[in-house]
DNA sequence: GTTTTTCTTTGACGACTGTCCAAGATTTTT
DNA sequence: AAAAATCTTGGACAGTCGTCAAAGAAAAAC
């Protein structure tokens, strides 16, 4: 008896689980899903002038909504950088798989590089906004610093390997290497948005030279 | 006749434009005033959560005189933002003129480096701000790219001071020279609003190693 | 098929925004 | 001292903001 009614008791809160499960699942996708919207709304408009209504225009859902499915706006915003996280700082590590000679590996970087900026700008600038932001609020600090930790990683894997590739050692640490090209990224976009095609084009002729610039080679 | 009237004329307009000029002299001067209220303001909430309101009350007029004194809010903020040059971006030269040494004028640019991060801390979080806020917002955008252009003139001339001193060559272009240091000060920034004393240390630590990367030295 | 739960819409709320204006205070001119 | 020009105030305006709750729609459970 006892047998039976744990295999009942089990397979019932098993059945719960599972629903309960799908249900959370259901739920996360809705999260997901305007957290998305929240995040091209915050890219087209910045995060000053980025209003519930005008991320609830940019999903398919009404503005009340949104406090459904987040507590309020601070929540809904922080989702949408860990969202930023995961369409954008997942990219570089393919050149490092596929290339083999370091004069690739530098190259393929700077296309990809310059690539991004041409493709996501409005993302991009977005990323800065949120990064100065968590200066002046520290709702968002803790989530930046993780990001941006990431990215560091990130740039410091392509210049290590690069530098192993070129048969030398990085010549700097790795946050002084992040903050270099992170800098070089930030003033490229700040010229793409100025429509200074020229200025951009020269720092993308000025990159090789400072990548290398970064790395100690060995003669 | 002629010239009695031409003189009488000549009298009375000149005196008129000295009227004239005191008046916009004071006008002027009121205008900064408010401007430099403003600045405060914005340096403590940032651009997004700065009002009008909120900006009177750093001053000591009521919200409805910034609208005799400026045409609209972009016009206060505009005007905010040039004085921020004036604040803030007439620094270094001094440290170039007195240096005699390569040594000496690294050590005192560290040391003024870190010291206005310290001291002008939330100005230079606006100064990004703003900066950030051009790339969704055309209307500063000239004003902006005027203050980072002598934010570049006034490092290169110091990185070029450095690397004559020291016999040798700057190693980067002055764009280059300026975003990599202009990196460092923003990551030092984010550091210091984090309260993460050790990271801004160690950014300090290897601040001279960095500048001596921008130069190529001669043996 | 009915009940219960989950999801979504819509409209309202109080607070805050930039802007403008009439009236008062202050200064300058005559 | 009177008149005119200048400056400043404080409140009203139309709009927008984040938030919330009641009511309806949809889905799930029974």
Redesign the interface.
Known sequence: MSVTIRGVTEVASRKQDRLARRQVDKFDARRTELAVATLHTLAE?????TSLREIAQNSEFSHGVLHYYFEDKRDLITEAVRQYEVVCVTRDDEVVATSTTAEQLRAEFVAMFFDTLGRDAPLH?LW??L???????GSF?AD??EI?GHREDMVWRVVNRYAELLGGTP???P??TY??L???F??A??HH??GNADAVA??RA?LP??ID?LVSKAE
Not at 45 to 49: C, E
């Open positions: 408009l910045g995060y000053a002038r600038r800065y906004d990064r100065n932001q968590s200066l002046f609020d600090r930046v610093l941006d010549a700097a640490s946050g002084t903050v270099t992170d800098g070089i930030q003033r976009l700040l948005f100025t020269q720092l000025d030279a400072v610039l």
